[in-house]
């Protein structure tokens, strides 16, 4: 990753960190426990890669890095139901994993009932916070547009429908098309929504959208097998999570079905459909993305 790249990504999850602190409003009522368990999850860091590319998808539509204070609000939903599934994909009853960026995971902490109860309200207000958009200048009609698109890709025929095809895939069962399926409705949708909202906010039309849309498809269809990849060849100090976890739950994953070294080129190949995409988008500016989707490529957490 370029300097620059770095620069402008940590800029940005700062600015993203500074504003989920302040989503759960102080004055309101809320269970101490509860508000804890969901603020230790939300504030337990990370990429922050799909608020980031809220941000820089409005920044892309506009072409001024600084202004995207409007879309705000979507990126902190975004991120908002991101961490609700990381809390619930931890548990017992689904991926069962004790850690997860470097500390222990939200059940192990704050017991299952209170890890499912802060995984509900964090998904819950996400919509809240996505609604104040017009408060900030984003008209009615696309901030419902962006509340549809968050309930219907986060949600059973995206998001959620994927990690249930997951959970219901198996190692010596699962094809190719059933895997690829799977990855890009519980990776790939949420990463499309980010894409597209940040494209509302800034006043994209719909072809830019249309877009932006499939430059996220491909950008979370990759950056899922390179997870898959870095679940075989990580280190867990930079990983922050146990490697090796997908072969022991008998999880069916790119590099079992196609090798390390074709999902490497598949994960390459998909970066370049994307960049091809927001190239053909006619944004003001979409150097930002180019190089997030090339950075992805080879990363290494």
């Not at 990759?222 to 990580?234: C, E, K, P, S, Y």
Request: charged share 25%; with cysteine.
């Amino acid at each position: 990753m370029t300097e620059d790249l770095s620069v402008y990504l940590d800029s940005r999850r700062t600015l993203v960190e500074q504003a989920l602190m302040n989503a759960i409003p102080a004055d309101w009522n809320v269970n101490a426990r509860l508000r804890e368990s969901a603020m230790y999850s939300l504030a337990a860091g990370g990429k922050r890669l799909r608020p980031i590319f809220v941000l820089t998808a409005a920044e892309a539509v506009r072409g001024e890095e600084e202004d995207a204070r409007s879309a705000m609000p979507f990126a902190v939903a975004v991120e908002m139901v991101h961490t609700y599934s990381l809390i619930h994909d931890d548990l017992p009853a689904m991926d069962d994993d004790d850690y997860r960026r470097g500390i222990p995971t939200n059940h192990k902490v704050y017991g299952e009932a209170t890890a499912i109860l802060a995984g509900d309200g964090l998904l819950t207000h996400a919509f809240y916070v996505a609604s104040q958009a017009p408060s900030l200048g984003v008209s009615a009609e696309r901030t419902l547009a962006v509340v549809g698109d968050l309930a219907r890709l986060a949600g059973l025929p995206g998001m959620v429908g994927g990690q249930a095809d997951d959970m219901e895939g198996e190692q010596g069962i699962t094809s190719i098309g059933q895997l690829e399926h799977i990855h890009l409705h519980k990776t790939s949708d949420l990463i499309a929504f980010s894409l597209r909202a940040g494209g509302h906010a800034g006043g994209a039309s719909d072809r830019q959208l249309d877009a932006l849309g499939r430059y996220g498809t491909n950008v979370g269809l990759a950056f899922q097998i390179q997870d898959d990849i870095l679940d075989i060849t990580g280190d867990q100090d930079i990983l922050g999570k146990p490697v090796g976890s997908d072969e022991r739950q008998g999880k069916v994953t790119y590099p079992y079905l196609i090798g390390l070294e074709a999902s490497r080129r598949r994960v390459a190949d998909l970066t370049e459909e994307a960049i091809g995409a927001i190239r053909s988008a006619d944004l003001a500016d979409c150097s930002r993305l180019e190089q997030i989707a090339r950075y992805l490529t080879s990363r290494d957490k």
